[in-house]
């Protein structure tokens, strides 16, 4: 099974208020565990960088200018997402402004279905608690301490890793790994040498309590 966890980066909060992508980051997961195949572009956004936003993630106009514009690689992250679920936290914002960059391109836009919200399932399993990716590493004692600006591909893996505790695939991850491990310092294991058959037969005392018990029977069908 393939999915897809994806983040992004904007100008803003809004596509429809003239705010754009600014940076999309993806991981492939196969079977819920990274493959080791991920996307990442900065993009382009061909506007100004409002500050609010600047200070979020820290990508300003001038280091994107020297980036493609989402035209330039839509093909290869629509090619790259293929059919697969998207796994996003907040999926209503990051979808908002994917399928408004399509859009602008004449494209399909990407359907709603196909995003597995994490938000939504981390307040299902935890109502009540703090939902946001920061919050929820330190519930699973993820590290995310490299995280000191939103960043659309680290925030895309620590995201997988959260995901996976979220689905309560970890466990037999790691229980697979100790196996693996125990196998390992153990060595191959021995050759077993086969038993020779064991005797079946009742033995003379044996039928001699058997005929004794017989004869306390009224009618056994065992001597009919």
Same mark, same amino acid.
Request: net charge negative; glycine share 6%.
């Given at each position: 099974?393939?999915?897809?966890?994806?983040?992004?980066?904007?100008?803003?909060?809004?596509?429809?208020?003239?705010?754009?992508?600014?940076?999309?980051?993806?991981?492939?997961?196969?079977?819920?565990?990274?493959?080791?195949?991920?996307?990442?572009?900065?993009?382009?956004?061909?506007?100004?960088?409002?500050?609010?936003?600047?200070?979020?993630?820290?990508?300003? +106009?001038?280091?994107? +200018?020297?980036?493609?514009?989402?035209?330039?690689?839509?093909?290869?992250?629509?090619?790259?997402?293929?059919?697969?679920?998207?796994?996003?936290?907040?999926?209503?914002?990051?979808?908002?402004?994917?399928?408004?960059?399509?859009?602008?391109?004449?494209?399909?836009?990407?359907?709603?279905?196909?995003?597995?919200?994490?938000?939504?399932?981390?307040?299902?399993?935890?109502?009540?608690?703090?939902?946001?990716?920061?919050?929820?590493?330190?519930?699973?004692?993820?590290?995310?301490?490299?995280?000191?600006?939103?960043? +659309?591909?680290?925030?895309?893996?620590?995201?997988?890793?959260?995901?996976?505790?979220?689905?309560?695939?970890?466990?037999?991850?790691? +229980?697979?790994?100790?196996?693996?491990?125990?196998?390992?310092?153990?060595?191959?294991?021995?050759?077993?040498?086969?038993?020779?058959?064991?005797?079946?037969?009742?033995?003379?005392?044996?039928?001699?309590?058997?005929?004794?018990?017989?004869?306390?029977?009224?009618?056994?069908?065992?001597?009919?």
């Amino acid at each position: 099974m393939r999915e897809i966890v994806l983040d992004t980066e904007t100008t803003g909060l809004d596509p429809a208020a003239g705010h754009r992508v600014v940076e999309i980051g993806c991981v492939e997961l196969v079977n819920h565990l990274p493959s080791g195949r991920v996307f990442h572009h900065y993009i382009n956004p061909e506007r100004d960088m409002p500050t609010e936003a600047f200070n979020v993630h820290g990508l300003s +106009a001038e280091f994107l +200018a020297g980036h493609p514009v989402f035209a330039a690689v839509a093909e290869e992250f629509l090619a790259f997402i293929d059919d697969a679920p998207l796994v996003i936290h907040n999926a209503e914002f990051d979808m908002k402004f994917l399928n408004w960059e399509l859009k602008l391109l004449g494209r399909a836009v990407l359907p709603r279905e196909r995003a597995i919200d994490t938000v939504a399932m981390a307040r299902r399993r935890f109502p009540g608690s703090p939902a946001n990716l920061d919050a929820l590493c330190r519930r699973f004692e993820i590290d995310n301490s490299g995280r000191e600006k939103h960043g +659309a591909l680290l925030d895309a893996e620590l995201l997988a890793e959260v995901y996976l505790e979220l689905i309560g695939g970890r466990e037999p991850v790691l +229980a697979l790994a100790t196996a693996s491990r125990r196998n390992a310092q153990n060595g191959p294991l021995a050759e077993r040498q086969p038993r020779p058959p064991r005797p079946h037969a009742a033995s003379g005392e044996e039928l001699a309590t058997h005929t004794e018990f017989l004869g306390k029977l009224s009618k056994p069908i065992w001597l009919a």
